[in-house]
């Protein structure tokens, strides 16, 4: 199985900031990563599949890039409504494998 | 719009077993694979098995192997998943996910990320 393995696990920031988590994968999974925020009690909503490619709706706030083993998502300018928990997730092979998600809050 | 809805929370004694559904709508049900993904109170998001609803291919993870049951019914655009011999430990939020699967060799490569899920559905087992 792949090992997905997301940095920070949790970071404290402010509204306006410009945020970066990591994610890296045991093995080259080519750009089959996507990200995911999570809200309590909510389900995930994709951000980006594909490693940069953001889903229809999501603000350009959001960025990501990486290929192979090593990515990153991009918050710039942090908006209340991104505090959240954040996933990373390869896509390239089965079992999907999540990593244990960074956690964004109000510092 | 498109959307999977799930069935209601469960409360189940050690030992019984649970059935999921995520009824399908707004898309072709059998364009897409369906996940099953639970998440337990601080832990991270973990893969189940999935449903290639166009075949009714199933894989499971091995973490779950011979205690899970993935089954869709296309005629009412719906996937089940049966959890069995339960224990406090399956105690979870258990999510149903689509994705667009392209088969690059024995690879099933989900290119779009998995874009519609479920709400969620508590599973508590509790005696």
């Known amino acids: 199985d792949i090992q997905m393995t997301q940095s920070p696990p949790s970071l404290s920031a402010s509204v306006g900031d410009r945020v970066t988590i990591t994610c890296r994968a045991s093995?080259?999974?080519?750009?089959?990563l996507n990200w995911y925020q999570q809200k309590p009690g909510k389900a995930p909503k994709l951000l980006i599949y594909?490693?940069?490619t953001l889903q229809r709706g999501v603000p350009s706030r959001f960025s990501g890039s990486g290929s192979g083993t090593d990515f990153t998502l991009t918050i710039t300018s942090l908006q209340p409504e991104d505090f959240a928990t954040y996933h990373c997730?390869?896509?390239?092979?089965?079992?999907?494998?999540f990593g244990q998600g960074t956690r964004v809050d109000i510092k | 719009q498109v959307q999977l809805v799930q069935s209601g929370a469960e409360m189940k004694k050690p030992g019984a077993s649970v059935k999921v559904s995520c009824k399908a709508s707004?898309?072709?049900?059998?364009?897409?694979?369906i996940h099953w993904l639970r998440q337990a109170p601080g832990q991270r998001l973990e893969w189940m098995g999935w449903?290639?609803?166009?075949?009714?291919?199933?894989k499971y993870s091995q973490k779950f192997q011979g205690r899970v049951t993935i089954t869709r019914d296309t005629s009412a655009s719906t996937a089940y998943m049966e959890l069995s011999s339960l224990r406090s430990e399956d105690t979870a939020v258990y999510y149903c996910?689509?994705?667009?699967?392209?088969?690059?060799?024995?690879?099933?490569?989900?290119?779009?990320?998995?874009?519609?899920w479920g709400q969620g559905t508590t599973v508590t087992v509790s005696s």
């Open positions: 996910a689509r994705e667009y699967i392209t088969n690059v060799g024995q690879l099933k490569i989900g290119v779009h990320g998995m874009d519609v």
């Open positions: 449903s290639d609803v166009g075949n009714g291919n199933t």
């Open positions: 707004g898309y072709t049900f059998n364009t897409h694979a």
């Open positions: 594909a490693a940069s």
């Open positions: 093995q080259s999974i080519s750009s089959y």
């Open positions: 997730q390869q896509s390239y092979s089965l079992p999907r494998t």
